[in-house]
């Protein structure tokens, strides 16, 4: 015999009706003689299953964002979420949850945290490396089936760090006249290149005499 009976978790507002205690009653005797207890105990032994069997427990559970291609791991941390993540949907939990299901980082920011606009919402603090698109448009997926109908993504942002090295150059030029004379009348092509780069100069007279005819 099952330990649990419909009638217990028959809402109160209606638990007390002596129609539905008899509908229950009747249920849980019927339902005796059909349900197969070993399925029954499938999913507190999720940890143990693999493969088509996840598939087959997450198209009955209608997970939510569930992807056949992904590690068993990842397959039984939806399913084991899943239940829950259908109790709480519209809830900022719920999107919460589905955010972490893809970058265990990712943080929900209501809109009065960051000064959006009411019922806008964005997701931040991601420091997972971004290889594709598709994990994006997955979380996204997600997120659309977790969260209410007026509630509004505006983001999605990543925190990532970049090591590199910066060199910088200059000169240091103190005289009290420069002159640079340069004939270049026997050239008939020349070519000029220009560098620029920051220097400080302190000097009374600078002349530059070239020729060029």
């Known amino acids: 015999m ?19 205690q008899a509908l229950a009653e009747a249920f ?16 507190t032994n999720v940890e143990g299953l693999h493969g088509e069997v996840l598939d087959l427990i997450a198209w009955q559970l209608h997970v939510d ?22 109790r709480h949907k519209g809830t900022p939990w719920a999107v919460a949850r589905a955010v972490t299901s893809v970058f265990s980082s990712a943080q929900v920011a209501e809109w009065f945290e960051y000064g959006g606009e009411p019922y806008h919402f964005k997701v931040n ?4 490396r971004l290889t594709d698109s598709v994990a994006i448009a997955r979380m996204v997926n997600l997120i ?17 760090e970049i090591d590199s090295t910066e060199y910088y150059a200059g000169w240091i030029e103190i005289s009290d006249t420069l002159s640079v004379d340069s004939d ?8 000029f290149n220009e560098y620029i780069c920051s220097y400080v100069e302190d000097f009374g007279a600078m002349t530059i005499i070239t020729k060029l005819s």
């Not at 099952?2 to 539905?20: F, N």
């Not at 849980?28 to 999913?43: K, T």
């Not at 964002?65 to 259908?86: A, Q």
């Not at 977790?146 to 925190?159: G, P, Q």
Request: hydrophobic share 40%; proline share 1%; with cysteine.
């Open 184 to 191: 270049l009348s026997e050239i008939e092509e020349f070519t």
């Open 65 to 86: 964002g569930y992807d056949e291609t992904d590690t068993d791991e990842l397959k039984r941390h939806m399913i084991l979420s899943s239940i829950e993540v259908h």
């Open 125 to 128: 603090g991601i420091t997972e």
């Open 144 to 160: 659309n089936a977790a969260k209410n109908t007026r509630s509004w993504l505006d983001c999605v942002e990543f925190i990532n």
């Open 28 to 43: 849980d005797v019927v339902m005796c003689e059909y349900i197969d207890l070993n399925v029954l105990r499938v999913l």
């Open 2 to 20: 099952i330990d649990v009976k419909l009638i217990d978790i028959t809402p109160s507002s209606i638990a007390d009706d002596a129609k539905v």
